[in-house]
């Protein structure tokens, strides 16, 4: 697997407001914003012949920080004037908006289901960035995402964009992670240096590997800060 980037980053109090997470800009010096930027760098970098576009965010279990790296990924990649979308596609959960503070009444599931044009759905948060929500909960969320319409309309944003930023579920609890990582061109594995059991990381690696998905790498969030200062950057 190639190693992309591994960060280190400590939790920020008052993490119920999930406004706080977005530390690209609310604190841009910091050890955690310069993290993601180094995670932009090899994104930008790393793969030069064969640069992927559409990524997707998803992690072995819940509340591993895949939404909170989706989201300050986005901004960093939208501040070097990469046109950046992010897709909100955990469609049984979805807290995109709610970081950016963006209101949810129409998102993606208007779109796949052809109600509304991507472009009368979308919001800017930032120049640069624009994030599509979920809108209304569908009953059936993997048959939409398994759906020849949604293959399409990852077709078109992707001719549309430098980066399509996809934030997925746990992999652990659903298949849509999986049925994601086909459309994509590469995933990104968050995984909490707290919580992430080698077992549940094991398991994901396989059933990423049975659908033939590209591992970009692994994002591990949450690393405490050592006696020595962070734990730096650890590549496996
Ligand atoms: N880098 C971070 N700084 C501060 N808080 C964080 C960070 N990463 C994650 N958190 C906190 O951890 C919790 C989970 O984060 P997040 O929603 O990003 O995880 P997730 O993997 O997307 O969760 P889910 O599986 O529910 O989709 C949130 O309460 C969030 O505020
Ligand atoms: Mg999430």
Same mark, same amino acid.
């Given at each position: 697997m190639a190693e992309l980037e591994v960060w280190n980053n400590e939790r920020r109090s008052g993490e119920n407001d999930l406004s706080g997470r977005l530390v690209t800009l609310i604190d841009p010096t910091s050890v955690a914003a310069e993290a993601?930027?180094?995670?932009?760098?090899?994104?930008?970098?790393?793969?030069?012949?064969?640069?992927?576009?559409?990524?997707?965010?998803?992690?072995? +279990?819940?509340?591993?920080?895949?939404?909170?790296?989706?989201?300050?990924? +986005?901004?960093?990649?939208?501040?070097?004037?990469?046109?950046?979308?992010?897709?909100d596609c955990d469609l049984r959960k979805p807290v995109v908006h709610k970081v950016?503070?963006?209101?949810?009444?129409?998102?993606?599931?208007?779109?796949?289901?052809?109600?509304?044009?991507?472009?009368?759905?979308?919001?800017?948060?930032?120049? +640069?960035?624009?994030?599509?929500?979920?809108?209304?909960?569908?009953?059936?969320?993997?048959?939409?995402?398994?759906?020849?319409r949604f293959a399409e309309f990852i077709a078109s944003v992707r001719k549309q964009f430098d980066y399509v930023l996809i934030d997925?579920?746990?992999? +652990?609890?659903?298949?849509?992670?999986?049925?994601?990582?086909?459309?994509?061109?590469?995933?990104?594995l968050v995984l909490d240096a707290q919580k992430t059991r080698k077992t549940a990381l094991r398991e994901s690696m396989r059933s990423l590997e049975a659908v033939g998905a590209n591992v970009l790498g692994t994002v591990m969030n949450n690393i405490k800060k050592g006696k020595g200062g962070y734990y730096g950057y650890r590549y496996e």
């Amino acid at each position: 697997m190639a190693e992309l980037e591994v960060w280190n980053n400590e939790r920020r109090s008052g993490e119920n407001d999930l406004s706080g997470r977005l530390v690209t800009l609310i604190d841009p010096t910091s050890v955690a914003a310069e993290a993601y930027r180094t995670l932009r760098t090899n994104l930008l970098y790393a793969l030069v012949d064969n640069p992927p576009k559409v990524i997707v965010m998803t992690s072995p +279990g819940p509340q591993e920080g895949k939404s909170t790296t989706c989201a300050n990924l +986005g901004i960093v990649l939208a501040q070097a004037d990469k046109r950046t979308l992010i897709l909100d596609c955990d469609l049984r959960k979805p807290v995109v908006h709610k970081v950016f503070g963006l209101r949810n009444i129409r998102g993606i599931v208007d779109v796949l289901v052809g109600q509304r044009r991507v472009e009368d759905v979308w919001q800017e948060p930032l120049l +640069g960035l624009k994030v599509l929500p979920v809108g209304p909960l569908p009953p059936n969320p993997a048959e939409l995402l398994s759906s020849r319409r949604f293959a399409e309309f990852i077709a078109s944003v992707r001719k549309q964009f430098d980066y399509v930023l996809i934030d997925a579920p746990p992999i +652990g609890l659903v298949s849509d992670p999986a049925v994601l990582a086909t459309q994509g061109d590469g995933v990104l594995l968050v995984l909490d240096a707290q919580k992430t059991r080698k077992t549940a990381l094991r398991e994901s690696m396989r059933s990423l590997e049975a659908v033939g998905a590209n591992v970009l790498g692994t994002v591990m969030n949450n690393i405490k800060k050592g006696k020595g200062g962070y734990y730096g950057y650890r590549y496996e």
